[in-house]
């Protein structure tokens, strides 16, 4: 009643300027939705469930098959967590449980730099350093120790899918690493003081205390890496070699489903083509979509109910 | 006596086995060689940037447009104004609509609507660039008929939204509640309030999530490859008569393809010329003291600021 009838009137309209704005983001999700299935659904009429199993990708006679593509961005995923994940959790073990308190900020900071470094940098870095280095030191040391194995067998040209899981790791070690440090931190004081109370070392409280309660969570970060790796494309697409093959060696070069899309849509020409494309496109929106929602609820049942950036 | 003595000798910790420290000491030690590890790639990439691109960055990089492939100099001057104009386009659609939806989150969203939209803001996040690109190509694009700054700014805009929304929507939170009541309780109008009042005092942090989406559209290539496109020369001239000279001037127009930063750096990367990597680690090198100076005036701010991020 204090409220003159004016302000009511100029409320109504701000109310409902900042609800077009919420929901704006519901429909930008909407749009992509729609404008996926839209630009693909020749391809899809032309190949149906056909599409993810074929193997063939020929622009020229517009027959289309999407595995090869799955199965690089797949590979190149799975090579990253094995290398990223030891290495993440090990940094966060080591900022949140053991380094001295004044590092533990700067430390941090560095790490999240790493992400911050844009993708097409990682690619040119990747294109210029570690490409020769591998070919000179790491290939040759591979093929001398674990030659005998499919994974490492053949020739290695520098553009391969090892190449592209090695700097896809490194990109993805901020995020994993970040979670878990977030996870970590959650983990009740009192499970590290009961640990330490029953006779075990450090390490021991670590592992019973700490990393055993922050289990979920830590698989949820591994997730949310899975599917910024799923989903990465500069970088891979300038050192995965770029040929729609599947060969078992990681020597190999191949191909992913970004970074087809990165290399092929602007000179995509022909309506099936470009519509094959999308498809991919759409395939991978629907999977990192999963993948995402997947991590967030794993996430959430650990931190939940405890602000997520505590007690730095 | 003897009673007691026994329930000493029954509390005395035994030592800690040989075995069990040297697997404590092992796991700090591998514990510490992954932070080595992790922190190599990062110590590399710098070091070579700076090292790569210094001595490139002159007068001519930053006021001249590139030479025709294998001719030595150039610049790129149009990469970085195009790049300048594309982010322009894309915060000018983003922030606003970030902000708003921001504003509803914390004001009007502690609902299931609310919650829907802040899932949806998330699972934006994740949503692959490249994917973006897609669908900017697909709305504004194919309806203009060629490609264009416009949708390389939507593409990026599209971006920005979901962390603008969520920063801002955690700053206003952290408003305390009286603040809101002091005003309602001298008649100011609920929009007066959140305007004047919550928004203002959150300002330091909702600029931090203005920032950190910056950055992080800034550097992005995959969405713009089929949007900006990337054009060798500035988007247009306009040329008009001065003392009886014909003068040239570039010019930026968001209905035409142009060129952009990071897409100039991946052109160059994968090209076979000397000259143009030399170009690239010199570009690179700007782009990351953008984005880094980006990351740092947003620290500067919110030092400076009432609220820490």
Known sequence: ?312 | MSDNAAAITLHKVPPISLRRRFVDHLMTGLAIATVVIVLAPLIAIFGYLVYRGIGSIDWAFLTQIPRPPGEAGGGMANAIGGSIFVLGIASLIGVPFGIGAGIYLAEFGRNQMGNAIRFTADVLNGVPSIVIGIVAYSIVVLYQKHFSALAGGVALAIMMVPTISRTTEEMLLLVPQALREAAYGLGVPRWRTTLSITLRTATSGVITGVMLAFARVAGETAPLIFTAFGNSDWSRHLTFALFGKTLRMPFLDYSQPTAALPLQIYVYAISPYDEQHRLAWAGSLVLIIMIVGAVSAVRYVVRRGSFGA
């Open chain 1, 1 to 312: 009643m204090l409220h003159a009838s004016s302000g009511e009137a100029s409320d109504r309209i701000f109310y409902y300027a900042m609800t077009v704005c919420g929901f704006a983001v519901l429909g930008v999700l909407v749009l992509i939705v729609y404008q996926l299935m839209l630009r693909s659904s020749l391809s899809w009429h032309a190949f149906g469930f056909k599409f993810f199993a074929s193997q063939e990708w020929d622009p020229v006679n517009d027959r289309f098959g999407a595995r090869p593509f799955i199965y690089g961005t797949v590979v190149s995923s799975l090579l990253a967590l094995v290398i990223a994940v030891p290495l993440a959790v090990g940094v966060a073990v080591f900022t949140t449980e053991m380094c001295p308190k004044v590092l533990r900020g700067p430390l941090s900071f560095f790490v999240e730099l790493l992400a911050a470094i844009p993708s097409v940098i990682y690619g040119l870095w990747a294109i210029f350093v570690m490409v020769p280095i591998l070919t000179q030191y790491v290939a040759p040391a591979l093929t001398k120790t674990l030659g005998w194995t499919p994974l490492f067998s053949g020739p290695f040209y520098g553009y391969s899918m090892l190449a592209a899981g090695i700097i896809l790791a490194i990109m993805i070690i901020p995020i994993i690493s970040s979670i878990t440090r977030e996870v970590l931190m959650v983990v009740p004081q009192n499970q590290r003081e009961a640990a330490l109370a029953l006779g075990a070392t450090r390490w021991e409280m670590i592992r019973i205390g700490v990393l055993r309660n922050a289990r979920a969570g830590i698989v949820g970060g591994i997730i949310l890496g899975l599917g910024r790796a799923l989903g990465e494309t500069m970088a891979v697409t300038m050192v995965i070699g770029n040929r729609p093959e599947i060969a078992k060696s990681l020597f190999a070069p191949g191909y992913t489903m970004a970074s087809v899309l990165a290399d092929q849509f602007s000179e995509a020409t022909g309506d099936t083509y470009l519509s094959a494309l999308v498809e991919i496109g759409l395939a991978l929106f629907l999977v990192t979509i999963v993948v995402n929602a997947l991590a967030r609820l794993l996430v959430w049942t650990v931190t939940r109910g405890q602000p997520a950036r505590g007690n730095v």
